[in-house]
T-cell receptor, first 114, second 109 residues
Framework: GAVVSQHPSWVICKSGTSVKIECRSL??????MFWYRQFPKQSLMLMAT?????????EQGVEKDKFLINHASLTLSTLTVTSAHPEDSSFYIC??????????FGPGTRLTVL | RKEVEQDPGPFNVPEGATVAFNCTYS??????FFWYRQDCRKEPKLLMS???SGNEDGRFTAQLNRASQYISLLIRDSKLSDSATYLC??????????FGAGTILRVKS
């Protein structure tokens, strides 16, 4: 199947810093990428839908000014958690939609904010 | 009410057992349905799509009942490697995937 990478795989940062997570589709072009967040023992929750060349669409309750999404090319979307706080600690997973509409998931980024 | 509901388990079964998971969804307009598998601290991986006619992939059988808004997954001859969290996923309008919280399966020797 198609490959999606995420970088970094884990990050520990101090409260108040900003963290950037990259999501790349390695062997296909993705006009649409999705960003999810998963807290322990909970389901994946869609945060936003990222479309190449346009603004992301955020789900209800997700602050667009806190979670900045940029989808500048067909193979790269970035999520920046601005001024991170301990409650932002979570597992962030991206997915990219392929031509057959199947979503391929990245390996996830574990963020810990101290 | 959650859009996709699953029994969280855990289901503890011996090797070789048959185990079934159920899932209900609230949006009757949902278009497509899937079972994903998620291992601890990993991303979810597509196990199989679910069709109204029912479908089978080796030891795994999935069923969909649109009238009852109910999805099931049956695993026969459980292996130790089947231990994971199984996520019921519904493709909602707008082509968004909505995930259940998952059912934990532990297969023991």
């Amino acid at each position: 199947g198609a490959v999606v990478s995420q970088h970094p795989s884990w990050v520990i940062c101090k409260s108040g810093t900003s963290v950037k997570i990259e999501c790349r589709s390695l062997d296909f072009q993705a006009t649409t990428m999705f960003w999810y967040r998963q807290f322990p023992k909970q389901s994946l929750m869609l945060m936003a839908t990222s479309n190449e060349g346009s603004k992301a669409t955020y789900e209800q309750g997700v602050e667009k000014d806190k979670f900045l999404i940029n989808h500048a090319s067909l193979t790269l979307s970035t999520l920046t958690v601005t001024s991170a706080h301990p409650e932002d600690s979570s597992f962030y997973i991206c997915s990219a939609r392929g031509y057959n509409n199947e979503q391929f998931f990245g390996p996830g980024t574990r963020l810990t904010v101290l | 009410r959650k859009e996709v509901e699953q029994d969280p388990g855990p289901f503890n079964v011996p090797e070789g057992a048959t185990v079934a998971f159920n899932c209900t969804y609230s949006n009757s307009a949902s278009q497509s349905f899937f079972w994903y598998r998620q291992d601890c601290r990993k991303e979810p991986k597509l196990l199989m799509s679910v069709y109204s006619s029912g479908n089978e992939d080796g030891r795994f059988t999935a069923q969909l009942n649109r009238a009852s808004q109910y999805i099931s997954l049956l695993i026969r001859d459980s292996k130790l490697s089947d231990s994971a969290t199984y996520l019921c996923v519904v493709n909602d309008y707008g082509n968004k995937l909505v995930f259940g919280a998952g059912t934990i399966l532990r297969v023991k020797s």
